[in-house]
C-alpha cells in the first residue's frame, strides 16, 4: 500500500477515533512539560535541628590565698567591775551628790542620810567616855593613896606602933581602891566601844563610792526614805576602762582555746569599729543546764567607747594558713559520703562569657572560718565552679557560667 492510500484510509477513520488520540497527546505534553517544570525548580532545605538547651549557673575561678580558722562569740559587754552602792541604815537621805554618767574616785562621797540624831549619839557616847576617863583617874588616885596608906600601917606595924588591925584595915582599902581603878577601866573599856559603834554608824550615814569609776545608776533623789531590805542601790558605779563579754562554747571549742589568745570584739552599735582584747578565762567545769563552757574575753576601754550592755561579738583567731586554694563554703556539697564541687570544663566562649559542662569533682577539705574553706585536693587555681553547688544541676548538664561582677 502506497503512503497515499494509507492516508486516504486515515483520513477516512471516524471523528470521535481522533478526538481520542488527540486527548492522549495532550495529557502526554502536560506530564512531560510538569516533569521538566519540576526538574528546573531548586533541591529543598535540609532540615535545621533544635538549638542546645543550656542552664545559666553562677560561677567563679578558683583562686589562691590565705585563710584563718576562727572562733565567734556573742553577748553584751559589761564592765569588769561593776559595785550596788546600798543603804546599810535605814533613814531619809538628805543629798545626793553624784548624777548618772559622773565620774567618781574611791571614797570620794555620793549620798548622806539625815545624821542629826546619829550625831547626837556619837556626842553622848563621846560624854560618857570623857566621864569614864575621869572615873578611871579618880580610881587611881584612890588606888594609889590606899596603897601609900597600906605601906605605913605596915611600916609601923612592924616597928609595934599600930596593932594588927590597923594593918588589916590598910590592907582592905587598898584592895577596895584596886577593886575600884580595875571597875573604872572595865567601864572606860563598854564606853569607848559603844563610842566606836556610835562612829561607826555614823560613817554608814554616809555612802561612798568603794572604786574609780562611773555613775551607771542613780535610784534615789534626796528626801527619799531607804533601808537596807531595799531592792534597789542607791548608786551604781561601775569600773568602764576594762569591759569584758561573757559566753558559752561547746566541749569541742572549750578543748582549742587557752587563756591569753587574742580577740577582735565588735559591737553593732559602732559597725566598723574593732578593739583588741584577750581570752581571759575559761571556767573549769562545764554548766549541766547546757553543757557549755563559760568563757570571758576582757578589753581596754580607755576613751569609753564601749558603754556597759552593749552587744559585742569577740572573733578569737585558732589556725592560719597562706597560699591555699580556697573557695566559698556553699559551692561545696554532699553527695552521700564524699564532698564534691561541681566543675564547669570550658566547651566554648572566654572571659566571662564562658559555656561548659558539669563535672562532679571530689575534694577534700581543709581548714574553714565559715564562710569559705581550703581545697586541699580536687581543684586547682583557674578552675571554673559553679559558685553554688546546691543548685539543682546535675553532671553532664550544659551550662552557661555567669560570674559575679
Known sequence: MS??????????EPSHHRLFVSGLALVALVAVTTTACRSAEPPAAA???????????????????????????????VPQTRVAVMAKLPGTLSRVTVDIGDRVR???VIATLDRREIDAQVDAATATVNVAHA????????????????DRAQNLFEKGAVPRQRLDAAETARRSAAAQRDLAAASLAQVEAALRRAQEVQRDATLTSP???????????????????DNRPVIIVADLRVMKLQAGVSELEAGRLHVGMPAHVSVQARPGDVVEGRLAAIAPEVDARNRHFAVEVRT????????????GVATIPLQRVEKVVIIPREAVVSRGSTRVALRIDRT??????VSGTIV?????????????????AGLKAGDTIVADARRDVSAGSRVNAIFAN
Open 47 to 77: 532540615a535545621t535541628p533544635a538549638p542546645e538547651q543550656r542552664v545559666d549557673v553562677p560561677a567563679l575561678t578558683v583562686a589562691v590565698g590565705d585563710l584563718e580558722s576562727t572562733l565567734e562569740i556573742s553577748g553584751n559587754l
Open 3 to 12: 503512503i497515499t492510500q494509507r492516508s486516504d484510509r486515515m483520513h477516512g
Open 348 to 353: 566554648s566562649g572566654a572571659g566571662t562569657a
Open 360 to 376: 562532679e569533682v571530689p575534694v577534700q577539705e581543709g581548714l574553714s572560718n565559715g564562710t569559705h574553706v581550703q581545697i586541699a
Open 300 to 311: 581596754l576601754n580607755p576613751d569609753m567607747r564601749l558603754l556597759s550592755g552593749m552587744y
Open 211 to 229: 572604786i574609780d569609776g562611773m555613775v551607771v545608776a542613780h535610784n534615789y533623789d534626796a528626801g527619799s526614805l531607804v533601808s537596807p531590805g
Open 106 to 108: 574611791a571614797g570620794q
Open 135 to 150: 572615873g578611871i583617874e579618880s580610881a587611881a588616885a584612890a588606888f594609889a593613896s590606899a596603897s601609900l596608906e597600906y
